[in-house]
């Protein structure tokens, strides 16, 4: 399945270069995490609409960010910190996330990249 997915510059631009691999997603009302399949691909758009396209290898389910983080680590999940408690302040303030962590967890997404289609 595909899917289409909005992400920051900062993380779109980690990915292509290859720093980030692991996508961190919460359930929220737009999105069910728990359908992700290995093989399913995510087009990612930024901010200037331009948009990569990137292969599911694999989906971990944490009940927690610091849970999540202990285990993934954060030099490939996050584009923007390398700093545990940073890293999961941020990821808690993302609109609408901690909530939705409390309810029903957070995913790690190992992706894959494959191609950037530029606008």
């Known amino acids: 399945m ?9 993380a779109f631009e980690a990915i292509i270069n290859r720093t980030k691999r692991v996508e961190i997603r919460a359930n929220t009302k737009n ?3 728990n359908e992700l399949k290995i093989g399913d691909t995510i087009e990612f758009t930024n901010s200037k609409n ?3 396209v990137c292969r599911v290898k694999k989906v971990n389910h944490y ?7 202990t285990a993934e680590g954060t030099k490939y999940t996050t584009s923007s910190t390398n700093d545990f408690n940073t890293a999961v302040e941020r990821i808690n ?3 609408g996330y901690k909530e939705a962590i409390l309810k029903s967890g957070v995913y790690a ?3 894959e990249y ?3 289609k530029l606008t």
């Open 63 to 69: 009940k927690t960010v610091e849970e999540l983080l």
């Open 50 to 52: 331009d948009k990569i």
């Open 114 to 116: 494959l191609k950037c």
């Open 93 to 95: 303030s993302i609109n």
């Open 31 to 33: 999105h069910n995490y």
């Open 2 to 10: 595909k899917y289409n997915l909005n992400l920051n510059d900062r």
């Open 109 to 111: 997404i190992h992706i």
